[in-house]
């Protein structure tokens, strides 16, 4: 073996260490995070032809969602998983991902002025979630279908809690269970829709502001 001197060695073994790194699966990284709390493996399914990450600060946006995926069926004849939308939801946009059974015990229709069409009064069930024909398809559910993925940031959640623990006179760690629990079936819990927002994009994601 010829003679390296020691700063050639030093190089050779620098560049040598980064190619191991390189050789890393960085999906493994995401399914393992150092706390067993959260489980980021979903986002070894985002794949597929076009996604897109629909940023919710407006809740009555969902038409939109349902327009990409229309477009991308009408013009490309593309369906999930050739297409992946998923929507990310922070504070504003919660209602969306309440369930039926949050919305009845606590006032999330009133102190978020959500109003159920069928009574023309604060909802006391969540009026995005089923089909209806007016809307055509632009709900929850049918998105879901389609293979549209929800979030709920957490760091929004504890804030949300604290919120309605305020409204009612309850304890917010107890309301924060509550809604954890209880979150629309499929809602994926995330510790910070700030940091999603970046993790998607770097799995290839386009970003819509909504």
């Known amino acids: 073996m010829p003679y390296l001197p020691s700063s050639r060695r030093g190089f050779m073994g620098t560049l040598a260490a980064l190619a191991g790194l390189a050789t890393l699966d960085v999906d493994d990284a995401l399914a393992a995070p150092s706390s067993s709390e959260w489980d980021m493996s979903w986002l070894k399914e985002i794949k597929g032809k076009h996604r897109q990450v629909f940023d919710f600060g407006d809740m009555y946006v969902l038409h939109v969602v349902k327009n ?10 593309l369906r999930f998983p050739e297409v992946y939308a998923i929507v990310g939801i922070g504070g504003s946009a ?7 059974e949050l919305y009845a015990k606590y006032p999330i ?6 109003t159920d069409p069928a009574t023309d009064q604060p909802a006391t069930r969540n009026p995005f979630l089923g089909e209806d024909r007016a809307d055509g398809g632009a709900k929850v559910r049918p998105l ?10 957490n760091n929004a959640l504890r804030g949300i809690s604290g919120r309605i623990a305020r409204a009612i006179d309850g304890s917010t760690d107890a309301v924060y269970a509550d809604l954890r629990a209880h979150l629309n079936p499929g809602v994926i819990l995330v510790p910070a829709h700030t ?11 386009a970003y819509e502001s909504l």
């Open 195 to 205: 940091m999603l927002i970046g993790l998607v994009q770097e799995r290839g994601c």
């Open 109 to 114: 229709g009133k102190l978020w002025e959500v």
């Open 144 to 153: 879901q279908a389609r293979g549209v993925k929800f979030w709920q940031c």
């Open 68 to 77: 990409w995926l229309d477009a991308h069926e009408t013009v490309y004849q």
């Open 94 to 100: 919660f209602p969306i991902n309440a369930s039926d």
